[in-house]
């Protein structure tokens, strides 16, 4: 579901700015953070509960945190700072496409990346828009380091085949998968979940997951 647009969020993000990435120039990530360390990417992006727990969590790791909608960017930053009591040191914001990644990162930059709860396209003549397709899961690849890991959430059974097959065709192995997360509790070890997560499980919706590393 769009979030409608909320007025205040272009004056916050020009607020807090310096949690923003600018993207004129190509990004060197251990230029954008006060120590140099492993670098995680969500994109889609959402709220960012996601996103803001993992750095909690994981202070000895740099995370970004990307949306293409700037509201959404707007109420994830407000998110963040209030729950940090500040600016957070290891999370930064982008507010761009998943097809310009590689116009803004440098290959061989995240040591890991997560979809969660991304965009279905449910009609077959979007299938090019999910973000699981092989073009993008090539783009990812590029921008992954060795043995960089792709974990991908979703409640949209569809969506979770469809990324199987995709997933055949490119430099991935498949590495975990399940139709049912919530099903066994080694599955929930060290699990965060989305504010979707929690609403579709709340629901009795299955949470569907992949874990895929690559392979070069």
């Known amino acids: 579901m769009r979030l409608r647009n909320k007025n205040w969020t272009k004056e916050y993000i020009e607020k807090n700015n310096s949690l923003m990435i600018k993207t004129e120039n190509k990004v060197m990530v251990e230029n954008l953070f ?59 914001f982008l507010n761009c496409y998943a097809e310009k ?63 199987l097959e995709q997933i055949k065709d490119s430099n991935f192995e498949l590495i975990f998968s399940t139709n049912d997360l919530y099903k066994y509790e080694k599955n929930l070890v060290n699990n965060i979940a989305t504010e979707y997560e929690e609403k579709f499980h709340s629901q009795n919706k299955t949470i569907n997951k992949l874990v895929i590393k690559k392979i070069r």
């Open 34 to 92: 006060e120590k140099t360390q492993k670098t995680y990417l969500e994109i889609g992006c959402g709220k960012g509960q996601f996103i803001i727990k993992n750095a909690i969590k994981y202070e000895n790791q740099n995370y970004i945190a990307m949306e293409k909608e700037t509201t959404v960017i707007g109420i994830a930053i407000k998110k963040a700072i209030e729950t940090f009591k500040g600016h957070p040191k290891n999370l930064k």
């Open 101 to 163: 990644l590689l116009d803004i990162f440098l290959e061989n930059t995240f040591d890991g990346i997560y979809l969660n709860f991304s965009d279905p396209w449910p009609k077959k003549k979007h299938y090019k828009k999910r973000l699981t397709y092989i073009c993008f899961l090539n783009i990812y690849e590029k921008l992954l380091k060795k043995d960089g890991l792709i974990e991908i959430k979703t409640d949209n059974d569809n969506l979770y085949e469809f990324s």
